[in-house]
């Protein structure tokens, strides 16, 4: 009996060792089979997640981010202990003990489930499972993807410190709010960094992975605040806070930037504007999308925020300015519904989500509450509804007509109620009386006229200030940067450039007298802005006010090539057509290539890259790109002598001679001095051109002093005629002057350096002869001229260009000079009073004939 009894208990147990030998060489073949195939684990050791890429002022100031995964990645050692060991306590407690995986956890995990047939299910996974997931598997909820995460687990413990796998899970797991590591999401909850953490804080951190907008702070705050309680809990059970901590933290109320109590790290961040995006679409070009979105570039920017700012107000200034004077009122043309307006509640949160441009300083949005009988009562974004409220009165909204459903403008508004509706969204200014005190709201609207404006340093092209628009948030176009257009007068500098480079002088007399071009498209007859001609008329003249028919001269007389020859040096055009018509911008370009050409005008001829950007370093701090090459050896001494300054060199190549870049500046300070620029008011020289193409459809001036070059453009985005009065002297001048007026405050500006290899002789600038030395008057000019170069004065050096003269024109008009702004009255040498014509019709300039 006995020995049955042990033989049929030794059955069974052989039967047992038997089924278990077979079981554990199938789960090992299992095992083996997955892991065959498995994905490297071994580059994590030098795994770079994705960061945020930032942009800083060249203060040090934060200005932008841009981030496909808004991560900033933060070493292991700058974790503090309180949030490693939160993280631990919720997601994998024996973490520093197991070896990939918890057979205790995931029993317990399978108990749980069988106990509660199927209802109670919870992960076992561990960190290293979960890292081996995140990384190197799917998401799949599948038994192989189980299996591969167990083996990759053991792997990876085996190849990484444990300290390695929980600095890659704490900076790879997403939390919420597209914020993926914990460094991220400190800021997006608490706007804190790791180390201002609180215990709470860092407990509702942990609790996040498992499910995160489950816990939303705002939306689901019971469970958030249950489950922030059970990771400190947690966190007590496995030592790492006391009792009196524990209680302090589950009493603590659940704080975040979500319910408002604290301010978003966003909201201290500028608005993006024109600038911080040019940057990102010109980096993303130059390292690609996915460096510059995910490669934790540190970029310094050239901005000068002062300067940005000033630049941003001028623009706006002209720009609304003028739309005011149409008197076409259009509002926002957003309408918040009745309903909404029921409490002060119920429209503010309303308002808030209205799509109107916040970044115009001193512009607000507000809603129409009510209209009385002249005034409209409104509530305004972000300021407090006194028991008078807040009124536009009738005598601001006489300067305009609303148009009507028909499309025709109607009567100019005599009551508020003409122009604007409960409901409607508008913006609003407050205006102020001569001593400061407030006086009243007045209505404001985005302008349909649109405009560019940039400036930079003509020595090193870092770009100073950039607007590429009224207002980003209403239009991101760029037209500094992205708009085509033509130039019209202010691309005539580079034909006299090359000129001057041809052996023409400042002194050279030009013709200027009809013209009759066979083009394909027909005869083309150019004319000068004030439909007159004015005979032989020295060079200087010709640019000083801006006579198309002397330009046209003298861009047949060296040749179109030669001219697109220098434009494409400039950087002005990739390639220039070699069109007559092109000699007065005809062909489109931008702004941003124009203001970095006229800057080697003013430093001499030497050749700048304009550039947004200083400095760009990588991750780790190495510089991957530096804007300026210029050596300087003294810089590394560790004093200098009194009074003595680092000596630069550069080895920039040269565009053009320094004589000629010389001659050329001078005769645009004459522009500036006399000519259409004339409304330039600084207390340093300056020269500049202004640019007026075609039915006014775009307006240009681009200026410069001896350190600070800018120019501006104006016009509609579809071109259409700016109307009656609309020149570069009298819509771009004013920005420029606005603008440069403070630039000169702060950067100064000196007399144009004078080269090497010329010298000054005394002409009449009217009628080109040369003067004695001793001469004073307003009709003499001092020339500098090559001191190998033996000038030709008068009529023996006249250029025609192989036009014929015409007949019945004077020698020389003395005095009459023909500005294409016109109007101006000027005194002549002989003492007469002559009056600047004003610009003449279109006439028959339709194939390229720019003023």
Not at 298 to 305: E, H, K, L, M
Not at 389 to 398: F, Q, R, S
Not at 478 to 504: E, H, I
Not at 758 to 780: A, W
């Amino acid at each position: 009996m006995l020995r049955f009894i042990l033989s049929f208990f030794g059955g069974i147990f052989s039967w047992i060792v038997t089924g278990a030998v077979f079981a554990a060489l199938t789960v090992g073949a299992v095992f083996w089979m997955y892991a065959r195939d498995l994905p490297d684990h071994e580059y994590l050791a030098q795994y770079t997640p994705k960061t945020i890429s930032r942009i800083y002022s060249g203060e040090g100031r934060l200005m932008d981010e841009f981030a496909t995964e808004r991560r900033i990645f933060a070493p292991i050692e700058e974790i503090p202990e309180v949030v490693k060991s939160a993280f631990i306590s919720a997601e994998d407690k024996n973490f520093y003990s197991h070896q990939g995986f918890d057979a205790r956890g995931m029993a317990g995990a399978l108990w749980d489930a069988v106990k509660s047939r199927g209802k109670n299910l919870r992960g076992a996974s561990t960190i290293p499972q979960q890292v081996a997931k995140n990384f190197l598997l799917g998401g799949e909820r599948t038994a192989e993807r189980k299996i591969k995460e167990l083996v990759l687990a053991t792997r990876l413990v085996d190849t990484l410190s444990k300290d390695k796998i929980l600095e890659l899970y704490l900076n790879e797991i997403d939390l919420g709010f597209l914020s993926f590591g914990v460094a991220s999401a400190a800021q997006t909850y608490f706007n804190k960094t790791l180390s201002e953490l609180t215990v709470e804080e860092a407990a509702y951190l942990a609790a996040l992975p498992k499910a995160p907008y489950s816990y939303h702070p705002v939306h689901n705050r019971e469970a958030a605040i249950d489950r922030r309680n059970y990771v400190l809990r947690e966190m007590f059970q496995n030592g790492y806070i006391d009792d009196a901590a524990l209680e302090t933290a589950q009493a603590a109320p659940l704080k975040t930037v979500q319910s408002g109590d604290y301010a978003s790290f966003k909201s201290g961040l500028p608005p993006r504007d024109y600038f911080t995006d040019e940057i990102r679409r010109q980096l993303s070009k130059s390292f690609g999308e996915a460096e510059f979105f995910g490669g934790g570039l540190t970029i310094r920017a050239t901005v000068d925020p002062e300067m940005q700012d000033q630049a941003a107000i001028a623009l706006q200034e002209a720009l609304e300015s003028y739309d005011r004077n149409l008197g076409v009122w259009r509002g926002t043309k957003q309408v918040i519904e009745a309903s909404e307006l029921e409490s002060e509640e119920k429209w503010r949160a309303a308002l808030a989500l209205a799509e109107v441009p916040r970044d115009v300083a001193g512009w607000l949005p507000a809603v129409v509450l009510e209209l009385g009988e002249k005034s409209a009562r409104i509530g305004i974004e972000g300021v407090s509804d006194d028991e008078d409220g807040h009124w536009i009165p009738a005598e601001d909204v006489t300067w305009a007509k609303k148009r009507l459903a028909d499309g025709k403008l109607g009567p100019k508004a005599k009551v508020a109620g003409d122009l604007v509706s409960v409901g409607d969204v508008v913006l609003v200014a407050a205006l102020a009386n001569e001593d400061g005190t407030f006086k009243r709201w007045s209505l404001r609207q985005v302008p349909e006229v649109q405009g560019g404006f940039m400036a930079m340093d003509v020595n090193t092209g870092r770009v100073i200030a950039m607007q590429g628009g009224f207002s980003y948030q209403s239009s991101v176009f760029n037209r500094a940067t992205q708009a085509q257009r033509q130039p019209g007068s202010s691309f005539k500098p580079f034909v006299y450039a090359a000129a001057l480079d041809s052996g023409f002088s400042p002194a050279t007399i030009i013709v200027d007298a009809p013209i009759e071009v066979d083009t394909p498209q027909g005869l083309w007859r150019p004319k000068n802005a004030s439909n007159k001609f004015y005979g032989p008329t020295p060079m200087r003249t010709g640019i000083e006010q801006s006579r198309n028919l002397m330009t046209v001269r003298i861009a047949q007389e060296i040749t179109m090539r030669t001219v697109a020859g220098y434009a494409e040096r400039f950087g002005v055009y990739d390639r220039l057509e070699p069109f007559l018509a092109n000699s007065l911008g005809a062909q489109e370009t931008t702004l941003f290539k124009m203001v970095a050409a006229y800057a080697m005008f003013a430093n001499g001829g030497e050749r700048v890259e304009p550039t947004l950007v200083d400095r760009v370093q990588d991750r780790w701090g190495r510089t991957v790109y530096r804007h300026d090459q210029r050596t300087c050896d003294d810089c590394r001494l560790a004093s200098l002598d009194p009074g003595a300054a680092p000596r630069i060199a550069s080895n920039r190549e040269r565009v053009m001679d320094a004589v000629t870049a010389y001659q050329l500046t001078s005769m645009l300070q004459g522009v500036v001095q006399r000519g259409s620029g004339s409304g330039v008011r600084l207390p340093v020289p300056t020269g500049g051109k202004t640019g007026t193409t075609n039915d006014a459809k775009d307006v240009w001036f681009i200026g410069f002093t001896s350190n600070i070059v800018a120019g501006c453009y104006m016009g509609y985005d579809q071109p259409r005629s700016l109307g009656r009065g609309a020149y570069g002297g009298t819509l771009c001048v004013p920005v420029f002057n606005a603008f440069m007026q403070e630039a000169v405050k702060k950067y100064g500006g000196s007399e144009f350096k004078v080269p090497a290899g010329g010298h000054f002789i005394k002409i009449n600038r009217f009628t080109g002869e040369r003067l004695p030395d001793d001469v004073e008057g307003d009709f003499v000019q001092a020339e500098f001229f090559r001191d190998d170069e033996i000038p030709i004065f008068g009529i023996g050096a006249m250029v025609d260009g192989g036009f014929a003269m015409g007949q019945n024109l004077p020698l020389f008009a003395y005095g009459e000079l023909g500005g294409d702004e016109g109007g101006t009255t000027v005194t002549t040498s002989t003492g007469q009073t002559k009056i600047i014509p004003k610009k003449a019709d279109f006439g028959t300039l339709s194939s390229g004939g720019l003023y």
